[in-house]
């Protein structure tokens, strides 16, 4: 066909830049929806926001091999993934959306009210959804299709009036489609300001004053020596901002302490609810205390190490009087994460705590703030519940905890782990004396030796740093002669009870990895 044929037959042709405006448009109609949807979601709650809501149910519907799948693949930018993946898709749809709105109406409306039914499904399913939980996605479903059904007219009406006019039908499409665009990102953007701002949680957090501990209860101080202070080693002690982040949640939760209470019922012979000043007015303690997460690989860096001030959770339960046939505490988060910790491991005499603070300040949002769990020698999974706002006293065979429905082991202490963390991975050193150095960790049990190895010659022991206490990691060195060539260097800890870190590789479901960290090395 050539130009001079395809002249008679405008109509039908679809220019490629038309296309492109009826995609846009669809794009456009979606970014008014969760623009509006956000913004209403202030006023409603948070969970209600449509683009939030489904992404944290997808989270929620993720089984266990997904969570490792997002963990090992994304690590900790687990969720911004998620967000861009969601956002993918949705662009995607919408852009369709326009396209077959112009064609086929109301074929692309009907796309967009599709996404409504999930977002609205998605919202009124969160763990704290009422009725009006729908609106913000109903209302902002109801926007987006207006916007849609103007844009692809406006444009359908240029291209079928005299070409000479179609310069100012564009520019129409245009003024429109920018009017939209802003709609969607203001809408967006002070609802996020607003969300963030509006609960007072960040003037709550700065307002915040540190307990003060008694000296027989404070943390002893950590020895220059626990710390191997070696460039490109691990801390001691993790700063909290470079402190792992593992949970489900999307948008942090922003308590306050105004606000926050802990209710305490079930299998107990006085049902409480405490209030902050209630939690306060008890005796803090300060404890370092090493948390892990099951989803660590071998080698990784699911852990840190921090130094905590909480009050203890063996006295809360004394108080409430736990019954003799409960074996659980089901611990409940704001946003309706559960922890089924044993009983026996809050009662043994371990520091189990109820934490406020982190490392010399209020807890970060990120980490629970105002209050979160922390149990010495259990994956956090099982124990370390943050924005912890209520305590089931229950029994293992009556209740299941969030992970443990999703494929994980109801009871999850943490297992012997060693890491080498220096030479880097995949790191070239000169020939001669090069110092390894690395982390170990068998919280609640402790370390008693770690060995080195290269390239599978006999293990040698390395030098441990002075044990500070055994619910913290231990670091140590080993002195390698180091000659040219690719090496592998592997290590292995024993914990205190005389048990050698087993050899044989197990992922992380359904509770922890085992096996040995090996890591190349080039010697030049
Ligand atoms: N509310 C809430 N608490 C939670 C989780 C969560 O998803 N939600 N994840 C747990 C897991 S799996 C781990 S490993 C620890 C991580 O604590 P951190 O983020 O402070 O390092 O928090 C635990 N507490
Ligand atoms: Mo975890």
Known sequence: MTDGDSGGNRKTRTHPGEIVGRAVSGILAAGVTLGIGELLAVAVGTSSSPFLA????TVDRSPAWAREFAIDTFGTSDKPALFIGMSILIVVLAAVA??????????????????GVVGVYAALTRPDATAAHALPTVVGVAAGIVVLRVLTRRYRSADAADPSRDGMSRRSFLV??????????TTAAVG???AETVAGSVRNRLGFVLPTVAAADRAPAIPAGADVATPGATPYVTPNGDFYRIDTALRVPTLTTDDWTLRIHGMVDREITLGWDDLVARTPVERAVTLTCVSNQVGGDLAGNAVWIGYPIADLLDEVGVSADADMLLSTSSDGFTAGTPISALRDGRDAILAVAMNGEPLPFEHGYPVRQVV????????????????????FDRAQAYWTRRGWAEQAPIKTASRIDVPAALGRVDAGTVTVAGTAW????????VEV?????????????PEYSIDTWRQWTWQWQATAGTHTLQVRATDAAGEVQTEDRADPVPDGATGWHSRSVTVV
């Open 376 to 395: 010495p020698g259990l994956y956090g999974y099982v124990s370390a519940t943050k924005w912890v706002v209520d305590w089931e006293i229950t029994r």
């Open 176 to 185: 429109l489609a920018g009017t939209a665009a802003a709609v969607a990102v």
């Open 453 to 465: 190895r290269v390239d599978n010659e006999p293990w040698q022991d390395a030098t441990l740093t």
């Open 54 to 57: 489904v992404g944290s149910t």
């Open 442 to 449: 068998a919280q609640h049990r402790g370390i008693s030796r």
């Open 98 to 115: 326009g396209i077959v709105e112009r064609t086929h109406r109301p074929y692309g409306s009907a796309i967009l009210l599709a996404l």
């Open 192 to 194: 996020r300001h607003l």
